[in-house]
């Protein structure tokens, strides 16, 4: 009895969205948008807590305007990781993962066989969707698109 191929990616899989290459193609003006976003709230992020930081460092009693200041920058904080944290929702509701929010990198899943595997989006490559790794490979492990041409990317 020959088992249905399908029938076993479904179940190895099981409750992953699961993408092909001309899906995932298909996806790159809205993936690129949400990159985009959660790069920027990342920096941004970034840029205020370290505003909090030297703020809060500044020796001396602080002043009025200090003390403005970093409540001002604390709340642009908590705005700034709320919507850096819906934007990662958004791609995880998708089931894409964020590899490096400030690289621009997220993976994408697909099956290789019945290992599960990530196509890499990389928001700075002039094709942002040219590399895959397996699972199992190291971080930075990047397999050129093309080796998968013995399989159907479709």
Not at 42 to 59: G, K
Not at 92 to 106: A, F, M, T
Not at 120 to 143: G, K, M
């Amino acid at each position: 009895m020959n088992p249905n191929p399908k029938r076993a990616r479904r179940q190895y899989f099981k409750g992953m969205r699961v993408f092909t290459h001309s899906r995932a193609m298909a996806t790159l003006p809205y993936l690129t948008h949400i990159v985009r976003s959660v790069r920027e709230r990342a920096l941004e992020l970034r840029q205020l807590r370290r505003q909090v930081q030297l703020l809060d460092a500044r020796p001396g009693q602080p002043t009025r305007d200090t003390l403005i200041a970093l409540e001002e920058a604390r709340t642009a904080s908590d705005r700034v990781r709320a919507e850096y944290e819906e934007a990662l929702l958004e791609l995880r509701s998708l089931d894409i993962l964020c590899q490096d929010p400030i690289r621009g990198e997220v993976l994408l899943p697909f099956p290789h066989g019945k290992q599960l595997a990530w196509f890499i989006f990389d928001l700075f490559e002039e094709l942002p969707l040219r590399t895959w790794r397996y699972h199992s490979d190291a971080q930075d492990v990047r397999r050129p698109i093309t080796e998968l041409n013995t399989i159907k990317l479709g």
